[in-house]
């Protein structure tokens, strides 16, 4: 890949992106375990319970202040590296995003201040409101932002006003319904629930394994053990979702994670293992499971889905289809007035607009699509195809490790119900250092969606290569530079202050049992 302004722009936006999704996993699902453990806590009264919720209730803060720090970085990212796109789409990418930021990450913000210096102002019901309002605003924030990606992965709800050549909403509920964006949203914070789930997990069983609070860490693994093992089956099943709208929406990039370089008889085979080589356009030593890919991706044994050789093809035809539709468009700019177009060349762009990002991949070759050669458009096909050994074996990480944590969480469920979580010390050790494998899943899926939708930035309608803005390389390469230096300070110091409260452990309670359960029947005055 070449040092260019594109290449240093997609780059600096992946390290940003990457590195800021490290932190919303975890808070996704340390809010949902905060307020299932502050919830037994108010029903039963008894005060380790809040000892727990305030435990881990540090944890999250940690996580969530440095997970905000590095969120900022990239909404101000598409106004300084990304301004034709922010120019061309922002009427409606910018709409969920500051629904996100006006409704979910105020009220997630407002609570999380009520979360830690309302334990004893509030009554306990009271602070529990506040616990399920940081949780519920933690999940609508990424509803929001999912919706705004799911958008640029299904770009629906919307069509390009040739006159501002701006894209406009047509219809806000079909954004905001969007089945990819549903989709995407249910199978992130379910993956985000894992995440948090084996992070409990795995710091619990550390407490078992060096005798420290013991009774916490038992029943910090049973809750993370059944909420954990009731996320990692829905994500399965959610991931079964998403692939099953890719063969209707993204079929190029359903191909390229199966590898699949020719459209093979339905129902398709799932390719387990093996080494794509993208020059050669084959596998080699593919090993194949027949069947599941069809089942998988089209929930039937008749259909067939295209290999990369017939979107290709594809591809061509919808390219060449884009440039009439860039030529109506060139008509009807240059139009000194509406009724100056021709009733032909109106109909044209109605009957093609949809295409008209196909024609904008030739901007990359010639700067006006209409005089593009035969092979610069043969080579523009070619270039809807991503990167597919990353997106290949991405996937493939992802789903091993997802089968893994189904595995983890089944078993420390089945040890909770009998008792013997400090049985098993070889058990105890594989949680512990299962802590950082749903990261690496969750990023291996984060890579999937993003780079399997190149080479757009908005699918079928805006090519990445055009979306970037008019900046020097130098300029992108010493932000990135920067960037790259202080993320690694905000790392260390991340991991300092998450070791250095695991190791201190939880701090006792000092509030007396009677009135913990005195005040679940009488809330406190204030």
Known sequence: MELDIVALSRFQFAL???????????????????????????MTGRQIWRQMTKFWGVLFGINFAIGVATGVVMEFQFGMNWSYYSYYVGDIFGAPLAIEGLMAFFLEATFVGLFFFGWDKLSKVGHLVATWCVALGSNFSALWILIANGWMQNPVGS???????????????????????QAKFVHTVSAGYVCASIFVLGVSAWYLLKGRHIEIAKRSMTVAASFGLASALSVVVLGDESGYLATENQKMKLAAIEAMWTTEPAPAAFTAFGFPDQQARETHFAVHIPWVMGLIGT???????????????????????GIKAYDALMQIRAAPAQDGVSASVRTSFEDLGHQLGYALLLKRYIDDPRQATPEQITQAARDTLPHVPTLFWSFRIMVGLGMLFIALTATFFWLSARRHLDKYPLLLKIAVLAIPLPFIAIEAGWIVAEIGRQPWVIEGVLPTAMAVSSLGASTVLLTIIGFAALYTVLIIIEMTLMIRAIRKGPEPDDQPEAKLISETLVPAAE
């Not at 996704?28 to 502050?38: D, K, P, R, W, Y």
């Not at 006159?163 to 319904?177: A, C, G, H, L, N």
């Not at 929930?299 to 061509?316: F, N």
């Open 159 to 181: 069509a390009l006003n040739p006159q501002t050549m701006r894209m406009e909403i047509t219809s806000f509920f079909d954004v905001v319904f969007n089945p990819v964006a």
């Open 16 to 42: 940003t992106a990457l590195y800021h999704f490290l932190f919303v996993p975890l808070t996704l699902g340390l809010s949902v375990l905060l307020a299932i453990m502050e919830t037994v806590y108010v």
């Open 299 to 321: 929930r039937s044994l008749t259909t067939v889905i295209p290999g990369i050789d017939q979107l290709e093809r594809q591809a061509e035809v919808r390219i060449r289809e």
